[in-house]
């Protein structure tokens, strides 16, 4: 068992994941990806216990075997039965929560709330529930726990009741629904949540719309009357930045672009663009803009590359299958439409491969970032960060981190193909002096704060709540 811990961190992913091997034993399948890749740097060295769900089988024998330990720190997970953690995680976390805070609902069709929802609705309670008893067990008295993402909403209230004396902050990494998203769900779940919130310490934020749209939904009556007292919490906006030691060291082993890939762009400009493939990352306008640009500016036709680096995501959800196939089908029409014997005007290209992205960073003349809503984003930093070349970031306004690189970047509305079109065609156009003056202000912007500074804001945060 796990010794008692002055500091646990919560999140729904481990740093580890794993898959069944021979003889049914776990086998490790690869780093946990997104936020627990980048959790993990900050949390090693602190005796910090790490807090994370058993996400398959073969992940709740690898904790079991203490396989999930990684840089000294103890990991422990949370094993739910495999229905009531796909509804948890599938139903409620992702097909729900997500959509809500990334307005994503394709209103009139859906969300339809129905009996079934009623069904996973309680599988999140009792997901939040599990991860609550755990907590108490493992933290000391007045125990620091850094609890992150919408997985956990209505721990706050939980561990208010069972272990007061805790110091807890909430840290949300998409954008937060405003009023008339959280209206969508159900209103016990809309009360819960925001009553579940309510009881953290303090919640933190990337942006200060989405801290904004938190605040304001406990100052709407209908909202917050099921809500207990209605009373918002502490909320704080920490922007997360990069690892500038771990890129650094990334870049310096880097052998370079896949040989594959550089003979397909040659000597032409590199538009780039690194996703999970997620609804929300907008990849399939993205490509539209791209089209568009080739019809309207055909001088940039054979001179530039569009290269898509995607990293499969939540395939469990029908959505996220079909959104992939758009992809791929957008991608096959346009370059059946432009494409010629030496020339392939989009390479889209999924795998599960950082080195292969860090490489295409360092290189790219565009980085195209164009979520339709996003808490960070940190594509958009760290792109910037590694690329030799005075790359340009074309940004979109609704991602969280175009509040500090507005300056540097070229922003867009992610809904408006023709403007994302036009601010291709500027960044492919600008001069060399340009293009380097924006490139040295853009790495200002993103060095400005790092992930140790994200992290100390919180652990400060922590340490002046009153317990
Ligand atoms: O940024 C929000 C987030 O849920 C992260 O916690 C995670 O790294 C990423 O999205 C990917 O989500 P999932 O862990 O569900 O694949």
Same mark, same amino acid.
């Given at each position: 068992m796990a010794t008692v811990a002055d500091l646990i961190v919560v999140s729904n992913r481990g740093p580890l994941s794993f898959q069944l091997g021979d003889e049914g034993r776990a086998q490790l399948a690869g780093s946990g990806g997104g936020l627990a890749t980048t959790l993990q740097p900050l949390v090693a060295g602190r005796d910090a216990t790490w807090i994370a769900s058993s996400m398959s089988e073969a992940d709740h024998l690898a904790a079991s075997d203490g396989l999930m330990n990684v840089d000294g720190m103890t990991v422990v997970t949370v094993r739910l039965d495999a229905d009531t953690y796909r509804m948890a995680y !599938? *139903? *409620?976390? &992702? @097909?729900t929560l997500w959509y809500c805070h990334h307005h994503l609902f394709d209103l009139p069709r859906r969300p339809r709330f129905d009996v079934h929802f009623v069904d996973a609705w309680d599988a999140y309670v009792s997901m939040n529930e599990s991860f609550a008893d755990e907590i108490a067990r493992l933290a000391s008295q007045g125990a620091t726990v850094l609890v992150q993402d919408y997985h956990f909403a209505l721990l706050g209230k939980l561990l208010e009741a069972s272990r007061p004396d805790l110091r807890t902050v909430h840290f949300t990494h998409t954008p937060f629904g405003d009023p008339s998203a959280l209206r969508v769900l159900p209103a016990n779940c809309a009360s819960e949540l925001l009553e579940g919130m309510a009881g953290f310490g303090a919640c933190g934020f990337h942006a200060p719309r989405w801290k904004a749209a938190f605040d304001a939904c406990y100052h709407e009556d209908d909202l917050t009357a099921l809500a207990g007292s209605g009373v918002a919490p502490y909320s704080f906006v920490a922007p997360l930045g990069p690892d500038p030691v771990a890129l650094e060291n990334e870049a310096a082993e880097s052998t370079g672009i896949d040989p594959a890939l550089e003979r397909v762009v040659g000597e032409r400009m590199l538009i780039l663009r690194v996703d999970r493939i997620e609804l929300s990352k907008n990849i399939i306008r993205g490509l539209f803009a791209f089209e568009e640009l080739l019809d309207e500016k055909p001088e940039w036709r054979d001179r530039v590359v569009m290269v898509a680096l995607a990293y499969p995501s939540r395939e469990s959800l029908a959505d996220y299958l079909a959104y992939r196939s758009e992809v791929e089908h957008t991608v096959e029409r346009i370059n059946d439409r432009f494409g010629t014997d030496s020339w392939t005007p989009i390479v889209f290209n999924v795998a599960d491969d950082r080195s292969r992205s860090v490489a295409a960073y360092m290189e790219y003349d565009v980085l195209l970032v164009n979520p339709v /809503? !996003? %808490? $960070? &984003? $940190?594509v958009a930093k760290e792109g910037p960060f590694l690329n030799r070349n005075d790359g340009s970031l074309v940004l979109s /306004?609704? @991602? %969280? @981190?175009f509040d500090e690189l507005k300056s540097g970047a070229f922003g867009i &509305?992610?809904?408006d193909v023709t403007e994302t079109a036009a601010a291709l065609h500027g960044a492919l156009g600008l001069d060399r002096d340009e293009r380097a003056e924006r490139a040295r202000t853009l790495k200002k912007l993103v060095v400005a704060r790092t992930a140790s500074d994200w992290m100390e804001d919180q652990l400060r945060i922590a340490g002046s709540l009153e317990r």
């Open positions: !599938d *139903v *409620v976390s &992702n @097909a /809503r !996003d %808490g $960070l &984003n $940190l /306004r609704e @991602a %969280g @981190a &509305n992610p809904f």
